[in-house]
């Protein structure tokens, strides 16, 4: 079993910015790509940034490229997503997800380890 816990959501302004992190536990941590997905009232849980086992490439969703960022520490088995320039539209649950491959995929099905979510509201 991985467990995986987030932190980091919480209410901020348009324009400001916010840094989630998830930390796993419970398996070889470097055998897994990772993913952020996030969940808003009335859509289906979509991909927001995905990254690879290594590190070495990352995807993003056209609504979040050149605002968010993802990254991960193996030394901390700790994935993080920055995120600028929040708006409105970026106000969901976001959820870190595990797939036991060296690539991401942006259908949650092919994730088999996923967090409790944290909730992110952006509003004036």
Do not use: H
């Not at 398996?27 to 990772?34: D, G, I, L």
């Not at 539209?89 to 870190?96: F, G």
Request: proline share 3%; glycine share 10%.
């Amino acid at each position: 079993q991985m467990q995986l816990v987030e932190s980091g959501g919480g209410l901020v302004q348009p324009g400001d910015a916010l840094t989630l992190s998830c930390t796993a536990s419970g398996r070889t941590w470097n055998s897994y790509a990772m993913a952020w997905f996030r969940l808003a009232p009335g859509n289906e849980r979509e991909l927001v940034a995905g990254i690879t086992w290594n590190g070495g490439a990352t995807t993003y969703a056209d609504s979040v490229k050149g605002r968010f960022t993802i990254s991960r520490d193996n030394a901390k088995n700790t994935v993080y997503l920055q995120m600028n320039s929040l708006k409105p539209e970026d106000t969901a649950v976001y959820y870190c997800a595990a797939r036991y491959a060296r690539s991401y995929s942006d259908t949650p099905d092919d994730y088999g380890y996923w967090g409790q979510g944290t909730q992110v509201t952006v509003s004036s």
